[in-house]
């Protein structure tokens, strides 16, 4: 599709424009040249029969027949024809205009009573004698500016049309090393960022921009290369003591008397949910560097389902309702699918004020997991802005007390990895639902085999 906006197509009409109007302009100047040329030329024929028939006229010799498209007539002082060559004979005086001065005049004219055709017409004044008009046909000239006219009609659009082609093509050419850049830029996503963008090698500034463009990417290539690595490395090395005092803490729980007991289950607490914000960042780190593994295995997702749920069924703070759980088959990573169901149910276990609705259920070949809560629920301007890394909607959720807002951006990619969705859906009233969707596993072919990385 023609992209009217497009530096190529712009370039090319004003190219094609410019063009139009000097050729235009030099066309009109030739015709213009042309027709003074042609006229000069007759007036230069006049001049010498004028001078012919002067000596003629002045020597009282009878005015010679003139050609075809030509006459003369002398006119007296009183506006009487009495000499004329033999196509006037017996015609009156011609109404011609006799300018005053006794230089030669040049005049054009038409509708003459003997022959409509226009006329090119010298008058000289002859002392002594009267006035001397010698004409011939001017045919020729309007002949000749037409034909040229006509010419210049159908060779000025088609020399526009070749110029505009040539220039369409070569400012194509001149601009395809940009539009590689542009889609090699396009192409280039969070994990792999150690492509470049084709370097056309003219060094022109094209090329420049090229290689401009190529060290940018490395400069943030690097730079996101040490923040993974940052990331990744202080994730690692937060898990080791986390689980160290985790384990000591629940040792210390079993045997702690009423007192101190309070204050050491509010400091496992911190723990766990500390432990949970290093296992998240860890695993964000290895997808931006693309080494997260996926095992595909056919599995249940109802037994993940009510394995998760139950544990939150042993908190005993909200109520979970799961009686719209149902079986469904699908085909993935037995980890990743529980720790994403496992964010949605805490996310939902966050939020609730008395309870939680979890459903089960296949629609069409898709399983379709809804986790609903009884919370404050989301504005609708943010129900994308929920499955960004880090956020945090205290406005809106006003019960979050906790979370470090990487649980439903590590859903969503683990459902996308599985080759579904993870989205905020519509819910009755108050509260929030999402639902995360899963292909089923097609059992009249058996259960597939399927590897990722």
């Known amino acids: 599709m023609l992209n009217r906006r497009s530096i190529r197509f712009r370039i090319t009409a004003i190219a094609a424009v410019a063009v139009a109007g000097v050729l235009i302009l030099g066309g009109l100047g030739l015709v213009l040249l042309q027709r003074a040329a042609l006229t000069a030329s007759i007036d230069q024929t006049l001049v010498q029969r004028a001078d012919d028939l002067t000596g003629l006229v002045q020597n009282g010799v009878e005015l010679p027949a003139g050609a075809d498209e030509g006459f003369a007539q002398v006119v007296s002082a009183d506006g009487k ?9 017996g015609e009156p005086a011609l109404p011609l205009d006799v300018p005053p001065g006794s230089q030669d005049t040049f005049q054009t004219v038409t509708g003459l009573e003997f022959d409509d055709d226009p006329f090119r017409v010298l008058t000289r004044h002859l002392p002594g004698v009267g006035t001397l008009h ?27 049309l070749a110029l505009a082609s040539v220039v369409w093509w070569l400012v194509g050419r001149t601009l395809q090393p940009v539009e590689d850049i542009r889609a090699g830029v396009a192409e280039i996503g969070s994990t792999d960022l150690h492509r470049r963008v084709p370097q056309p090698g ?6 420049r921009l090229a290689v401009t463009m190529n060290q940018m990417l490395e400069r943030l290539e690097s730079s996101v290369d040490r923040q ?7 994730s690692h090395e937060l898990r080791s003591p986390l689980t160290r005092m985790r384990a000591a803490l629940e040792v210390d729980l079993a045997s702690a008397d009423q007192p101190s007991r309070a204050s050491q289950e509010s400091l496992l607490e911190d723990v766990v949910d500390m432990q949970r914000t290093a296992d998240d960042l860890l695993y964000l780190a290895r997808v931006d560097e693309g080494t997260v593994h996926t095992d ?7 037994d993940l389902v009510l394995g998760e749920a139950q544990r939150i069924q042993a908190q005993a703070r909200v109520d ?6 149902s079986g469904a088959h699908v085909v993935g990573d037995r980890g990743q699918l529980t720790r994403a169901i496992r964010n949605l149910l805490d996310n939902a276990e966050r939020h609730a004020e008395s309870g939680i609705s979890v459903r ?3 629609s069409g070949d898709t399983a379709v997991l809804t986790v609903t809560d009884d919370g404050a629920g989301i504005a609708p301007e943010n129900r994308e802005l929920v499955f960004e890394r880090f956020s945090r ?24 990895r599985h080759g579904g969705s993870l989205s905020l859906g519509s819910s009755d009233g108050s509260g929030a639902s999402f639902q995360l969707a899963l292909p089923l596993v097609d059992t009249t072919r058996g259960l597939g085999e399927r590897q990722d990385s």
């Open 81 to 89: 024809a009495f000499a004329s060559t033999p196509n006037l004979v």
């Open 134 to 160: 010698v004409g011939t046909t001017s045919e020729l000239v309007a002949e000749s500016t037409a034909a040229l006219g006509g010419a210049l009609l159908v060779t000025i659009p088609i020399l526009v």
């Open 202 to 207: 003219t060094e022109d500034e094209i090329d």
């Open 228 to 234: 993974r690595r940052f990331v990744a490395d202080a």
């Open 296 to 302: 595909f295995a056919p599995l249940d997702l109802d």
């Open 320 to 325: 979970v309702d799961l009686s719209g759980v």
């Open 360 to 362: 089960l259920q296949e």
């Open 393 to 416: 909607l205290d406005a809106a959720r006003a019960a979050d007390t906790g979370g470090a807002g990487l649980g439903l951006a590590i859903a969503r990619d683990i459902a996308q």
